[in-house]
């Protein structure tokens, strides 16, 4: 099994529509999680951390499930530009380490 | 600040070439990493040096070198390039303390490489 898996869709949504993924995890001692973008031939970059007791940041809402080991990234109103693909990251305390998801591929159609 | 910066942006090798990917950052970050990224696999880790000085094999470490000249730089060599090394090589760097690990890491732009 993998250390992170994701549904690599593509998910092609309306623009305007509210969508959500979710990202599994297989280390229950896995302690820092985040959400990173990543625009096409272009590099990775964060998005937002994902805490505990979730958070919010504008469209966006991350949330962690330790129970059931899963993070959810949800984007309401989507935007033509939130067309990316979207990577779950995994990282275990004391690892400098990152652990990256395949990524899920989102297309917002006008 | 320009951030983490990558050298070359492109290249073509031929099999058993030599070359090496330059990369700097220029944010004071302790933490260096070399990431290889292939369709269907998602970003990899090569090779990661976690404080100037150290460097650590990751994931993917074979049939590659590291050095890590200096607190700024962070270089990844192929000795004898092979097809199976045809990718996108991303550097980045984190200002992780060592023993915490977990903070936000910051890429450059990206190495295009084509074993031919």
């Known amino acids: 099994r993998k250390e992170v898996e994701q549904d690599p869709g593509p998910f092609n949504v309306p623009e305007g529509a509210t969508v959500a993924f979710n990202c599994t995890y297989s280390n229950s001692a896995s302690q820092s999680f985040f959400w990173y973008r990543q625009d096409c031939r272009k590099e990775p970059k964060l998005l937002m951390s994902?805490?505990?007791s979730g958070n919010e940041d504008g469209r966006f809402t991350a949330q962690l499930n330790r129970a059931s080991q899963y993070i959810s990234l949800l984007i309401r109103d989507s935007k033509l530009s939130d067309s990316a693909t979207y990577l779950c990251v995994v990282t275990n305390f004391g690892n400098e380490k990152l652990t990256f998801g395949t990524g899920t591929r989102l297309t917002i159609i006008p | 600040n320009a951030g983490v910066t990558q050298t070359p942006k492109f290249q073509v090798l031929k099999t058993g070439q030599s070359m090496t990917l330059q990369c700097a950052q220029d944010?004071?970050?302790?933490?260096m990493y070399w990431y290889r990224q292939d369709p269907g696999m998602g970003l990899r880790l090569i090779y990661y040096?976690?404080?100037?000085?150290?460097?650590d094999k990751g994931e993917v470490p074979n049939g590659y070198n590291v050095s890590r000249l200096n607190k700024r730089e962070f270089s990844l060599r192929l000795e004898s390039a092979a097809p199976s090394q045809t990718s996108v090589y991303f550097c980045?760097?984190?200002?992780?303390?060592?023993?915490?690990?977990?903070?936000?890491?910051?890429f450059g732009p990206g190495t295009r490489l084509t074993v031919l």
């Open positions: 944010m004071n970050h302790n933490s």
């Open positions: 040096s976690a404080s100037e000085g150290t460097t």
């Open positions: 994902v805490y505990s």
């Open positions: 980045a760097s984190s200002n992780n303390l060592a023993g915490v690990g977990g903070d936000t890491q910051y």
